[in-house]
């Protein structure tokens, strides 16, 4: 198991990083040369700044167990498809169950976008505190759950049978 981030501006980098320390999981930031990062836990991994490139290198390094983090849709759907995990920087988790509507409330909020001609769409609010600790309680809760997930497949590999559930 291995954390995968999709750090072009992603606000959480030091909560991930502490967390996965504190579990000793091995992490990987991913950054095009507009977003240079420096870290002493992370590998960093800094890719041209083509558009995608990152969401492209994330996914063909990423595996079955892994844990995504990026606020794109997109990126989380093909990890899923991967067998991945994925979270959004808010602590939402993406799922088989919920990607879909995302995914089609994406594509028609930038049909609506193109449609009603605005030249200044606002930004996200400002990020608060609490969406940090509502970031960490969720990852932190995912890993463990990914971790437990890990630990009962190795020790059926080890024996060689399958356990009920």
């Known amino acids: 198991m291995q954390i995968f981030v999709d750090a072009d501006a992603c606000p959480v980098v030091d909560i991930i990083e502490t967390i996965a320390e504190k579990y000793n999981i091995p992490t990987t930031l ?11 836990y992370s590998e960093v991994i800094v890719v041209g700044a083509g558009a995608d490139a990152v969401d492209y290198k994330l996914i063909s390094i990423c595996h079955k167990g892994d844990i995504v983090v990026s606020q794109d849709y997109g990126v989380a759907a093909m990890a899923l498809g991967k067998g991945a995990y994925a979270i959004h920087q808010s ?31 606002k930004g996200p609010k400002k990020r608060t505190e609490e969406d940090d600790v509502r970031f960490a309680q969720s990852f932190e809760k995912m890993l463990m759950m990914v971790q437990e997930k890990f630990q009962k497949n190795t020790k059926t590999m080890e024996t060689g049978r399958k356990e009920n559930k």
Request: glycine residues 2%.
């Open 30 to 40: 991913l950054c095009d040369t507009n977003h240079i990062l420096y870290s002493d």
């Open 91 to 121: 602590g939402k988790w993406y799922t088989n169950d919920n990607i879909e509507q995302m995914l089609m409330e994406r594509h028609l909020n930038k049909k609506a976008r193109r449609s009603s001609h605005k030249n200044h769409i």
